[in-house]
């Protein structure tokens, strides 16, 4: 037996324990005396059968197996949890009848009961949730005045902690918000207080029971100074600077604008001389100033208006080059021009939705 492992022995013993036989329960018995390993099932099963036997060898040796050092460890252990278990059950009934007392008609009941609950130093949900309709909807005023205090015992704050979700700052807000609506009389003194209770049950309170604020209220931004109209006027009267003069918006829409007429003017003598390349090398820098000036327009609205007249001055200008090209007469130059001009007037009327924002 030696041999086997801890389980399997205990399994034997206890199948030997649940044996018809006399002897072999006898000898299970006497074999578990000698183990220096037990399990709480044997420890039942003896005491189960200490209760039932009426042989008295057999009940000598189970009372001189339940009293070796193994099985009095396994008793002590039982003992402490059904403690335990008979003081939750306790504490389960004294708050249920707690929660009884609570709701009864009487109103000296009511008060015992929450005399009851000061001293029992538990609480529950329901009995908190009992507690703040009795302070607002009570008839009795000293029910009313009790319950509002048990709102305050220790048991009570830590199930409002348990409950709160919200940071200490945002319920310093609330407080406030509450504290000015009872001043405004929008909520009534008993509900304002319940309320407050809510959200106010871990903030420091003075002398006057006021609640504190000052370490959660925000800080107010510091507000610069505004400058009068006296401290300006010297500003505006001084000279500006020969870079402040090249450098300003003035100065660069002019030399934006001078350098687009430039342009054209350049592109103009350029499609007069160079007949062989002036056409491909005018829709090449058509297409260029085009397209840059639709993909700079977001962040560079005044160059890319710029660029936007040139390309539109372009136009005309490659169109009369082509027709050169295409060497038309008659009829046929009027209707191509008429195309030209349509063209034309509908560029400039997507210009003027597209750079409509531009200033």
Known sequence: ???????????????????????????????????????????????????????????????????????????????????????????????????????????????????????????????LDQLERMAIKDRSKRVRVSALEALDLPANVEIFKARSKITVFTRSILVQEINLWKNEGILDESTAKILEKRYSFDFEKDAESELKYASVSPKKPSVPPKKTAKAVEPLSKEKRSWAQALFSESSIKIALYLGAFFVIAAAMIFAAIIKELRLPILFLST????????????RLPQPSFALFIIFSVFLPINFAVLLDTLNLHGRATSVYWMSVFALTTLVWVFAIYFFSSRF
């Not at 130093?121 to 329901?126: I, L, P, Q, R, V």
């Not at 297409?287 to 977001?298: D, N, Y």
């Open 1 to 127: 037996m030696s041999e086997k492992k801890p389980t399997e022995i205990l399994a034997e013993i206890k199948a030997g324990l649940e044996s018809a036989d006399l002897k072999g329960r006898l000898e299970n018995v006497q074999a578990l005396a000698l183990l220096n390993f037990s399990s709480e099932a044997l420890f039942l099963k003896l005491t189960e059968l200490l209760k039932t036997e009426s042989d008295t060898e057999l009940c000598d040796a189970i009372e001189k197996t339940l009293n070796s050092p193994i099985h009095q460890k396994i008793a002590m252990r039982f003992d402490k949890e059904n403690l335990a278990s008979s003081l939750e059950e306790d504490a389960e009934l004294d708050l249920s009848k707690i929660e009884q007392a609570l709701t009864q008609g009487n109103v000296e009941e009511r008060l015992a009961g929450i005399s009851e609950l000061s001293l029992a130093g538990e609480s529950n949900a329901k009995i």
């Open 287 to 298: 297409l260029v100033f085009g397209g840059t000036s639709l993909a700079i327009k977001k």
